[in-house]
């Protein structure tokens, strides 16, 4: 967790393939702890040909049956599903980046958090994102989702203040 933190977390990223992957870690997530899906993060890498938007929204009902006996992953068929649907709707925006970056003309937000308890669970920026997504078809991206994935690719900065680990210089492509 600390090595996520510190390396990772809130750290603004633009890459495609990356913001994918969190988008479907988020989604797993829901439910259970964040612990619980890094330790599983490199299963779902293999599991889902490491993050390759195009493969992901090709799997059929075949490949969908095969995810749901790896007990490397999260084996919840609606979840499974939200990332072949969420795929697809990938490819139909052309970018994922550009799609999440351009509600924030392309800048994170500072919100320069005192304390842990003001970091809320979900924002007007992200019930907006959340309702554009669910129009587009993405599945599991409610608002609250959506505001910890806003934190986890850097589009909201919510280390708060104290936090060695909450500026940046410059922006990251991570390939973790």
């Excluded at 259970?32 to 390759?52: C, G, M, P, V």
């Excluded at 019930?127 to 993405?138: A, E, N, Q, T």
Aim: proline letters at 2%; one cysteine or more; hydrophobic letters at 35%.
């Amino acid at each position: 967790m600390r090595e996520y933190h510190d390396n990772e977390w809130g750290k603004p990223c633009r890459d495609g393939r990356k913001l994918f992957e969190m988008l479907t870690l988020e989604g797993a997530q829901a439910g259970l702890s964040w612990a619980t899906i890094l330790h599983k993060r490199e299963n779902y890498r293999a599991a889902f040909d490491q993050w390759d938007i195009a493969k992901i929204a090709a799997y059929d009902e075949d490949k969908i049956a095969q995810l749901l006996t790896n007990p490397g992953i999260i084996r919840n068929r609606l979840k499974i599903r939200s990332a072949v649907t969420n795929a697809q709707a990938t490819l139909k925006l052309g970018s994922l980046s550009d799609f999440i970056w351009r509600y924030v003309d392309g800048k994170p937000i500072d919100n320069r958090r005192e304390q842990f308890g003001d970091v809320p669970a979900k924002t007007e920026l992200s019930d907006r994102i959340s309702r554009d997504m669910k129009k587009l078809g993405f599945k599991f991206v409610g608002s609250t989702i959506i505001y910890s994935y806003l934190q986890a690719i850097g589009v909201v900065n919510d280390h708060i203040t104290s936090c060695d680990f909450r500026g940046y210089e410059t922006e990251t492509q991570l390939h973790v």
